[in-house]
């Protein structure tokens, strides 16, 4: 299909996707801040984008709003071109960025007052939303002071609560709860659920596996420009390090015995730790889990207890982003969207 | 569809906003008053950014009536009705120069960017701006007209004339802020936009007829005076308000107005534009 005459609400959209990334380069001098980024998220999901400091992350979500161009690729937000639709586009997104942006002057009433007028809100219905997410917020008692006189995590709900005014059918939100105290986070938490709830499709960026867990369907991590890994949450831990198995013996001075137990036997990987009495080891398939039961059963070992865990998203971030070097070797899990 | 027409080497730099939705002047009309209500509500929080509107024509009145009229002009009231007509032109300079300091702080505080996500005019912030320094720029000449006729300035022709007179400064000062705010978009701090301003408005304000005649002045200064606009808005706004001729400096103030306005709002907009 040729891309110039595309109806209007099928613009490079298969439908489901509240934004398609396709491609996205953007270079600043010697650095390459985006490097041919691909991404998609679908309608009414939340996507969390993982990154280290320096990654792109920010850079990504400035070109989804239209703050800075690309120097190639091509990204669709609710339909809308990034660069051909800029204004149709705006209308669609709320954003927070990573920084705040309230008029520090203003009280937090007069600063949402002022976006709900600027997004074509009759008076009194802007006035009735900038009330109400003031006090979503718990903004409330301060809403007629200056931003200027609000603490760090004070602000950054006030420009949470200005991203969500108009109500955008997509929000970005870059590093939402940083600097936030564990309260306000879950709040936070709770605001961006329900507005997916209500149909909202949300990009997340965060250095909080917690949060992710907590708010992402999917995931992506880009380092060094580049998507280095993508999937679900159990997705990207199935693929990073496999499970843990941790058996509790009844008698925790026999660890060091089952430990050399099951190295005689072949199964190496296993650890132990005198202070929680817990035998650790790494599994790689489901067939070594029966094999160590076995072996520690067959030489008479009491076990009083066992658990297999995955490991924790930070330990995937970790494994992830430490080995992506300059390979093209990804391991992409969403085989999907691109084609 | 197919992905491989999209594919980042067959993307061109699109037709600019070939189908884009444009944003009716009504619309734009309502975003220009509701972003003046931000900027005026920034000066209520924050009033003493309305002192060199307020203070600077007193002062300036006081410093050069009493403390150089003298030396200058047989009597008192003869320098009032020479220099405070001068300073009427001067008043909007200073005040348009506040323009691009205001902007400047915008796009430090990153206020800028929550604009720029929103659906609005890109005209809209700027305009904006210029009519709330309007509207400064109107209590400034209140003042200073005020004032000086409680100390003795004398309006020998009638209002029209003297409106006329505010009217060509604001004017002026419409067409600097246009530099301004070029200034406030290309420095890196306010602090540095308001130096530089300085830079510019000293040597303009000084070097000019507004508060002594040029006779006495050596040669190269008189050349730069004679080219300088502020002098002939000083002496338009001296024409018309003390019944001299004026017509001849009104004319040369326009053609100011209209060159610089000409050659600095598309730099200016290209430059804002740029930005966002
Ligand atoms: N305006 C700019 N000029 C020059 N380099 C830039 C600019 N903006 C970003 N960069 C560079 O691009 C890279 C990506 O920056 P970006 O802010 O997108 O990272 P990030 O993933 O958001 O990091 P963080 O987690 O620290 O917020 C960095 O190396 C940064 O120095
Ligand atoms: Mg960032």
Same mark, same amino acid.
């Given at each position: 299909m040729n891309r110039n005459d595309i109806a209007p609400n099928d613009r490079g959209l298969s439908g489901t996707n509240a934004v398609e990334v396709r491609g996205i380069v953007k270079h600043y001098g010697e650095t390459k801040a985006l490097d041919g980024v691909d991404l998609t998220v679908r309608?009414?999901?939340?996507?969390?984008?993982?990154?280290?400091? !320096?990654?792109?992350?920010?850079?990504?979500?400035?070109?989804?709003?239209?703050?800075?161009?690309?120097?190639?690729?091509?990204? #669709?937000?609710?339909?809308?071109d990034v660069l051909r639709q800029p204004k149709q586009l705006r209308r669609t997104i709320g954003l927070t960025g990573q920084y705040a942006s309230v008029d520090e002057l203003l009280s937090g009433y007069e600063?949402?007052?002022? %976006?709900g007028r600027l997004l074509d809100l009759p008076a009194k219905q802007a006035k009735a939303r900038a009330t109400e997410l003031l006090e979503r917020f718990s903004l409330t008692d301060a809403a007629k002071r200056p931003a200027k006189t609000y603490s760090g995590g004070m602000r950054r709900r006030l420009d949470l609560a200005a991203s969500m005014i108009g109500n955008p059918k997509v929000l970005y939100l870059d590093e939402p709860t940083t600097g936030l105290d564990p309260r306000t986070r879950n709040e936070v938490w709770d605001e961006v659920q329900r507005m997916v709830s209500e149909g909202a499709t949300v990009l997340l960026t965060t250095q909080y596996m917690?949060?992710?867990?907590?708010?992402?369907?999917?995931?992506?991590?880009?380092?060094?420009?580049k998507v280095i890994a993508s999937g679900g949450v159990a997705?990207?831990?199935? @693929?990073?390090?496999?499970?843990?198995?941790?058996?509790?013996?009844? &008698?925790?001075?026999?660890?060091?015995?089952?430990?050399?137990?099951?190295?005689?036997?072949?199964?190496?990987?296993?650890?132990?730790?005198?202070?929680?009495?817990?035998?650790? /080891?790494?599994?790689?398939?489901?067939?070594q889990l029966t094999a160590v039961i076995g072996v520690l059963g067959s030489r008479g070992f009491g076990i009083a207890g066992i658990d297999t865990k995955l490991p924790s998203l930070d330990e995937v971030f970790l494994t992830i982003t430490g080995k992506s070097g300059p390979t093209d070797a990804v391991p992409t899990l969403e085989k999907e969207a691109v084609a | 569809m197919s992905a491989a027409t999209l594919s980042p080497a067959t993307v061109k730099p699109a037709p600019l906003n070939?189908?884009?939705?444009? %944003? !009716?002047?009504?619309?734009?009309?309502?975003?220009?008053?509701?972003?003046?209500?931000?900027?005026?509500?920034?000066?209520?929080?924050?009033?003493?950014?309305? +002192?060199?509107? /307020?203070?600077?024509? %007193?002062?300036?009145? /006081?410093?050069?009536?009493?403390?150089?009229?003298?030396?200058?002009?047989?009597t008192r009231a003869q320098y009032i009705q020479y220099m405070v007509p001068g300073l009427l032109g001067t008043t909007g300079l200073n005040l348009a120069m506040a323009?691009?300091?205001? +902007?400047?702080?915008?796009? @430090?505080?990153?206020?800028?960017?929550?604009?720029?996500?929103?659906?609005?005019?890109?005209?809209?912030?700027?305009?904006?701006?210029?009519?709330?320094?309007?509207?400064?720029?109107?209590?400034?000449?209140t003042i200073l007209i005020t004032f000086a006729m409680i100390i003795g300035l004398e309006i020998k022709t009638d209002v029209l004339h003297?409106?006329?007179?505010?009217?060509?400064?604001?004017?002026?000062?419409?067409?600097?802020?246009?530099?301004?705010?070029?200034?406030?978009?290309?420095?890196?701090?306010?602090?540095a936009v308001q130096g530089v301003s300085m830079l510019v408005i000293m040597p303009?304000? #000084?070097?000019?007829? %507004?508060?002594?005649?040029?006779?006495?002045?050596?040669?190269?200064? @008189?050349?730069?005076?004679?080219?300088?606009?502020?002098?002939?808005?000083?002496?338009?706004?001296?024409?018309?308000?003390?019944?001299?001729?004026?017509? &001849?400096?009104?004319?040369?103030v326009v053609i100011w107005s209209v060159a610089i306005t000409a050659v600095t709002a598309p730099l200016a907009v290209a430059r804002f534009r740029k930005r966002t």
């Amino acid at each position: 299909m040729n891309r110039n005459d595309i109806a209007p609400n099928d613009r490079g959209l298969s439908g489901t996707n509240a934004v398609e990334v396709r491609g996205i380069v953007k270079h600043y001098g010697e650095t390459k801040a985006l490097d041919g980024v691909d991404l998609t998220v679908r309608q009414g999901t939340v996507l969390g984008v993982l990154g280290p400091n !320096g990654a792109g992350k920010t850079t990504l979500v400035r070109i989804l709003s239209t703050l800075i161009k690309p120097d190639a690729g091509t990204a #669709f937000v609710g339909g809308y071109d990034v660069l051909r639709q800029p204004k149709q586009l705006r209308r669609t997104i709320g954003l927070t960025g990573q920084y705040a942006s309230v008029d520090e002057l203003l009280s937090g009433y007069e600063n949402l007052y002022l %976006i709900g007028r600027l997004l074509d809100l009759p008076a009194k219905q802007a006035k009735a939303r900038a009330t109400e997410l003031l006090e979503r917020f718990s903004l409330t008692d301060a809403a007629k002071r200056p931003a200027k006189t609000y603490s760090g995590g004070m602000r950054r709900r006030l420009d949470l609560a200005a991203s969500m005014i108009g109500n955008p059918k997509v929000l970005y939100l870059d590093e939402p709860t940083t600097g936030l105290d564990p309260r306000t986070r879950n709040e936070v938490w709770d605001e961006v659920q329900r507005m997916v709830s209500e149909g909202a499709t949300v990009l997340l960026t965060t250095q909080y596996m917690e949060e992710a867990e907590q708010l992402a369907d999917a995931l992506t991590v880009i380092d060094k420009g580049k998507v280095i890994a993508s999937g679900g949450v159990a997705e990207l831990k199935a @693929q990073v390090g496999g499970r843990t198995l941790q058996v509790r013996p009844v &008698h925790p001075a026999e660890l060091p015995e089952m430990a050399r137990c099951l190295h005689e036997t072949g199964l190496t990987g296993a650890t132990f730790s005198a202070d929680t009495g817990l035998l650790s /080891v790494q599994l790689t398939d489901d067939e070594q889990l029966t094999a160590v039961i076995g072996v520690l059963g067959s030489r008479g070992f009491g076990i009083a207890g066992i658990d297999t865990k995955l490991p924790s998203l930070d330990e995937v971030f970790l494994t992830i982003t430490g080995k992506s070097g300059p390979t093209d070797a990804v391991p992409t899990l969403e085989k999907e969207a691109v084609a | 569809m197919s992905a491989a027409t999209l594919s980042p080497a067959t993307v061109k730099p699109a037709p600019l906003n070939a189908d884009d939705v444009r %944003i !009716g002047p009504r619309a734009t009309l309502r975003h220009i008053g509701a972003l003046t209500r931000r900027n005026l509500m920034r000066i209520k929080a924050d009033p003493e950014s309305m +002192l060199d509107a /307020v203070l600077v024509p %007193i002062i300036f009145t /006081v410093l050069f009536i009493y403390v150089f009229g003298g030396a200058m002009f047989p009597t008192r009231a003869q320098y009032i009705q020479y220099m405070v007509p001068g300073l009427l032109g001067t008043t909007g300079l200073n005040l348009a120069m506040a323009v691009g300091t205001g +902007l400047n702080s915008d796009f @430090q505080t990153g206020v800028m960017d929550r604009f720029r996500t929103l659906p609005i005019g890109r005209s809209a912030v700027l305009l904006s701006k210029m009519a709330a320094e309007m509207l400064r720029a109107l209590v400034s000449f209140t003042i200073l007209i005020t004032f000086a006729m409680i100390i003795g300035l004398e309006i020998k022709t009638d209002v029209l004339h003297l409106l006329a007179a505010v009217g060509l400064s604001l004017m002026f000062g419409m067409s600097i802020v246009w530099i301004s705010m070029l200034l406030g978009m290309s420095l890196s701090s306010p602090q540095a936009v308001q130096g530089v301003s300085m830079l510019v408005i000293m040597p303009l304000q #000084f070097g000019s007829s %507004i508060f002594a005649p040029t006779g006495t002045m050596p040669g190269w200064l @008189q050349t730069f005076t004679e080219y300088n606009p502020l002098s002939a808005l000083a002496d338009a706004c001296r024409g018309l308000i003390n019944g001299e001729a004026f017509s &001849h400096s009104v004319l040369i103030v326009v053609i100011w107005s209209v060159a610089i306005t000409a050659v600095t709002a598309p730099l200016a907009v290209a430059r804002f534009r740029k930005r966002t």
